[in-house]
């Protein structure tokens, strides 16, 4: 009696390391490829950085590498969707537009050095620049479809009466 009820009620096996292999559809999918063009491209600046006596700019490619590794485990496991107050686009666009910024500030400066590796990773940097513009350019326009004109806030509250009919009230009106 005990034993048909404990196999039963027995929870599935959790999925293991298969959840971080993502289906063919987000890998062709367009963030999916730009998530995989800003991991890689964040590793080869990282690596040319390093490589260079210009080892202080190392940090932000290691931390863009970092958040944009996390951008695509988010993705790919679809935590996204179980929080729906976080606003994960929103933040996805924010980290999209500061390495846009730093990535293009710190390459201008990388190719003013006279290092080979110093300015590979400028060239590369320039690289990078375009493709996290071109992902926050395509989160922007999601999030602009997003919005919902009858969702955005107006200067007049509608008050509903008991008799169905609808009054327009000022909320300035005080």
Do not use: W
Request: glycine content about 4%; some cysteine; proline content about 5%.
């Amino acid at each position: 009696m005990g034993d048909t009820e404990q196999s039963d009620a027995a929870p599935s096996s959790p999925p293991g390391l298969s959840v971080l292999i993502p289906d063919k559809t987000f890998l062709t999918s367009r963030k999916g490829l730009l998530l995989v063009a800003e991991l890689v491209l964040s590793f080869i600046i990282f690596i040319c950085y390093l490589a260079s006596s210009m080892a202080a700019f190392m940090a932000a490619p290691l931390i863009e590498f970092l958040l944009a590794l996390s951008a695509y485990y988010v993705y790919v496991t679809k935590y996204i969707d179980h929080f729906p107050g976080f606003h994960g686009p929103l933040i996805d666009f924010l980290r999209c537009v500061t390495a846009a910024v730093i990535f293009f500030a710190i390459s201008i400066y990388a190719i003013t050095k006279s290092a080979a590796s110093s300015k590979t990773a400028g060239v590369f940097g320039f690289v990078a620049t375009v493709v996290f513009a071109f992902d926050f350019y395509y989160i922007s326009s999601h999030l602009i479809s997003l919005i919902n004109p009858q969702d955005l806030p107006t200067h007049t509250a509608t008050i509903k009466k008991s008799t169905g009919e609808e009054e327009v009230a000022d909320s300035d009106s005080d």
